[in-house]
């Protein structure tokens, strides 16, 4: 049977000359119309990191923290196999408040994105109205408040995960950062 599904695909692309692509994920409508200033992301990754960590730095702000010492084309390499692991799999994140009164998003795969509070409250009024777009399509997150109620908090953590879905729908590296530099 598994050889003639196989066989079959064959013969349909040797007759129609097209493939069919496997599903995209899903993923969500919301594109903040506003950026993080990178180096302040970098500055408080390497903080939180107390500098001791390789990273990644994707355009939209998330990062890649990587093994020690890899060549930049490991490095890049890694960070590109993290976003992508993320993606194929549902992309659970982990929020957390720091010390610094920041945000991190953190995701199954070891990859984080900083939501800088100020710049969070500079556009409130964009995340306060399209908080829910940063869903999926039928997705349902259970927070204490019930089924997709979000908080500050909540809101700000879904903020920090459209920028992590835009970078890995178009990735693109603009910094490995060293541990100590």
Not at 4 to 25: C, E, K, Y
Not at 48 to 56: L, M, N, V
Not at 69 to 86: K, Q, Y
Request: glycine content about 8%.
């Amino acid at each position: 049977m598994l050889r003639r599904s196989f066989l079959g695909g064959v013969l349909a692309i040797a007759v129609t000359g097209t493939v069919t692509a496997a599903p995209s994920p899903p993923v969500p409508a919301w594109r903040p119309s506003f950026a993080q200033p990178r180096d302040r992301v970098i500055e408080r990754i390497r903080y939180y990191s107390d500098g001791r960590r390789d990273f990644a730095v994707f355009r939209h702000g998330t990062c890649v923290v990587l093994d020690p010492g890899l060549p930049d084309v490991d490095a890049r390499a890694a960070s590109l196999g993290a976003l992508s692991g993320i993606l194929k799999a549902h992309p659970d994140m982990t929020p957390t408040p720091m010390d610094d009164g920041n945000l991190l998003v953190r995701y199954n795969h070891p990859a984080a994105n900083v939501v800088l509070r100020d710049v969070a409250e500079a556009h409130w009024d964009e995340i306060e109205r399209r908080h829910l777009d940063g869903l999926v399509e039928a997705e349902v997150l259970i927070t204490p408040l019930g089924p997709n109620r979000f908080d500050a908090f909540g809101k700000q953590a879904l903020l920090g995960r459209a920028y992590m879905f835009m970078d890995a729908l178009a990735p693109e590296i603009v910094a490995v950062e060293r541990a100590g530099s």
